[in-house]
């Protein structure tokens, strides 16, 4: 399978049309604000989460609102206007922030998601545990009125480790891993992408 580094992956993103992907993530749960630390017995034990979804890349939240108040009639959400983000400054489809990339992504569908502690997935009382000290997400009050819910995430470009969009899929490996030419990207200047996805 040929390999893509966040680098490359953050230069084919950045400015691209809008297209489907399908990412898979891993997130490390130590990081901030991933777990509650009071009384948390998996602080520092390398838990990670792995989870597979996928959507667009390229919209505009508004247009995704828009479109969801449209199939559910109800009108007077048309020509909705997000408010300004709070954190990051955005360059073209992703966001920088304290040195670190995101890449803004209306998703539309979920692979699922495991919880792993040193190569070994976390099932029953245990998984319950982490889980109860992971904070609920919290849905905009702009979409109080939807029945159905938009989900518009900010994906860290350093959790991405295998995309498959253009109708292509690569691993995707940190800036500096040492990649076997004959499994590299070689054709990342040229490659085309699908024809842009409607939001």
């Given at each position: 399978m040929p390999t893509l580094t966040h680098?490359?992956?953050?230069?084919?993103?950045?400015?691209?049309?809008?297209?489907?992907?399908?990412?898979?993530?891993?997130?490390?749960?130590?990081?901030?604000?991933?777990?509650?630390?009071?009384?948390?017995?998996?602080?520092?034990?390398?838990?990670?989460?792995?989870?597979?979804?996928?959507?667009?890349?390229?919209?505009?939240?508004?247009?995704?609102?828009?479109?969801?108040?449209?199939?559910?009639?109800?009108?007077?959400?048309?020509?909705?206007?997000?408010?300004?983000?709070?954190?990051?400054?955005?360059?073209?489809?992703?966001?920088?922030?304290?040195?670190?990339?995101?890449?803004?992504?209306?998703?539309?569908?979920?692979?699922?998601?495991r919880y792993v502690r040193n190569g070994v997935e976390l099932t029953g009382a245990d998984l319950d545990l982490l889980k109860s000290f992971i904070p609920e997400k919290k849905t905009a009050k702009t979409q109080d009125h939807l029945k159905t819910k938009v989900v518009w995430r900010d994906v860290g470009l350093d959790t991405i480790r295998r995309i498959r969009a253009w109708g292509q899929e690569w691993n995707v490996v940190p800036d500096g891993y040492k990649v076997d030419m004959e499994t590299s990207d070689e054709t990342s200047d040229t490659a085309t992408a699908d024809e842009p996805a409607t939001v």
């Open positions: 680098t490359q992956l953050r230069d084919r993103l950045q400015q691209a049309a809008c297209v489907a992907v399908s990412l898979d993530c891993v997130q490390n749960m130590d990081e901030k604000n991933r777990m509650r630390k009071t009384g948390n017995p998996f602080l520092g034990q390398g838990v990670e989460k792995e989870s597979t979804f996928g959507g667009l890349v390229g919209g505009r939240y508004a247009n995704f609102v828009d479109n969801q108040a449209g199939r559910e009639d109800k009108e007077d959400m048309m020509g909705f206007e997000p408010q300004p983000r709070k954190w990051g400054e955005r360059v073209g489809n992703l966001v920088t922030h304290k040195g670190k990339w995101y890449v803004e992504m209306g998703v539309k569908s979920h692979g699922g998601t």
